[in-house]
């Protein structure tokens, strides 16, 4: 899966509904703007450390529901955070302890920023099956300014193309409502899988970089508003 907050970690109808920001101060229009004149070639998103914040609602997909995190949803992340398949190229498997924190973290983004990693759930059984969305990847600093489209799902729901569905959602609002010029994806390079989420996103490789703690090459895979039709695009 691709990398998000720090840690290790990409023609079904999948057009997200619901997923408009519900309000969006003038304060957090100037903060879009002014990070957009600043890094054209980049992402830019307000944050409401800045200016007011964005209140995002659930994004709909043909199958899939991305909602705001439950407390019932605290022991199955923690479960597929253990299972080392899952974990492969993300550092491992989790203690509870520390899956409750990297879904603190999860959380806090969302106070912090006013967007970030929805929970996930299958619409005909209701089953958390794990993590999709947008987060400013700042365990690697050599890509900022940046927001990351990242995913992470149960094992038992890989091969299905939910990665994909969520993820292809999860980009277009990040174009659509938070006003974003570019979006990336941050892959270990033997992940096969999540590289080809990527390219069904119809992401173009970048340069790879190196993760500053581990020394290890990750591979950063790039789509921009412009390429992807966005009402957002630059002109």
Request: charged share 25%.
């Amino acid at each position: 899966m691709a990398h998000s907050l720090q840690t290790r970690f990409g023609a079904a109808k999948s057009e997200a509904t619901g997923c408009r920001a519900r309000h969006r101060t003038s304060a957090a229009r100037t903060s879009v703007q002014a990070l957009t004149l600043r890094f054209p070639k980049a992402a830019s998103a307000a944050s409401p450390s800045l200016n007011g914040p964005y209140r995002r609602g659930v994004i709909e997909t043909e199958r899939l529901q991305l909602r705001s995190w439950q407390p019932a949803d605290e022991a199955p992340f923690a479960a597929l955070n253990a299972d080392a398949e899952v974990t492969r190229f993300l550092g491992g498997p989790m203690s509870r302890d520390q899956s409750d924190e990297l879904l603190a973290r999860i959380r806090s983004h969302w106070q912090q920023h006013g967007f970030g990693l929805y929970a996930v759930e299958v619409k005909d059984s209701g089953a958390f099956i794990g993590f999709i969305g947008l987060a400013i990847p700042s365990f690697l600093p050599d890509v900022l300014p940046a927001v990351e489209v990242g995913w992470r799902l149960a094992r038992g729901h890989w091969g299905k193309g939910y990665a994909t569905e969520g993820a292809r959602a999860s980009v277009r609002c990040g174009f659509d409502e938070l006003g974003l010029r570019q979006i990336i994806s941050i892959i270990d390079p033997g992940n096969a899988a999540s590289i080809r989420v990527a390219e069904r996103l119809e992401m173009t490789r970048g340069r790879d970089r190196i993760h500053p703690l581990s020394r290890a090459r990750l591979s950063i895979y790039l789509k921009n508003a412009e390429d992807a039709g966005s009402s957002r695009a630059a002109p």
